[in-house]
Nanobody, 123 residues
Framework: QAQLVESEGGLVQAGGSLRLSCAASGRTFTSYAMGWFRQAPGKEREFVAAIRRSSGSTYYADSVKGRFTISRDNAKNTVYLQMNSLKPEDTAVYYC????????????????WGQGTQVTVSS
């Protein structure tokens, strides 16, 4: 059974930092691109960041560019999201996902999802 498990999120003050991790188990995800999405209350799930396995190319939503960094450790089957300079509008449930499609930004291409982890940024 393939499974993605996110680390615990948390409560952080605006301007603070937090690092999320997503560990894959049950199969090897090294051939997949990995992404992070988030969903705030009353809003749709939105793309945050993604990283390709083969090239290591990274992609970011404009809203997080320059503040968030996605990385992966294929040996550990783990992807990370380093979040700096956090803002209250970053408050959401964050999900990691795995896709083998070329579209790493679109939601529908992701075949596997983690359970989500809450990140709350206080002002």
């Amino acid at each position: 059974q393939a499974q993605l498990v996110e680390s615990e999120g948390g409560l952080v003050q605006a301007g603070g930092s937090l690092r999320l991790s997503c560990a894959a188990s049950g199969r090897t995800f090294t051939s997949y691109a990995m992404g992070w999405f988030r969903q705030a209350p009353g809003k749709e799930r939105e793309f945050v960041a993604a990283i390709r396995r083969s090239s290591g190319s990274t992609y970011y939503a404009d809203s997080v560019k320059g503040r968030f960094t996605i990385s992966r450790d294929n040996a550990k089957n783990t992807v990370y999201l380093q979040m700096n300079s956090l803002k209250p509008e970053d408050t959401a449930v964050y999900y990691c996902g795995a896709t083998w499609t070329t579209d790493v930004v679109g939601l529908t291409g992701y075949a596997y999802w983690g359970q989500g982890t809450q990140v709350t940024v206080s002002s």
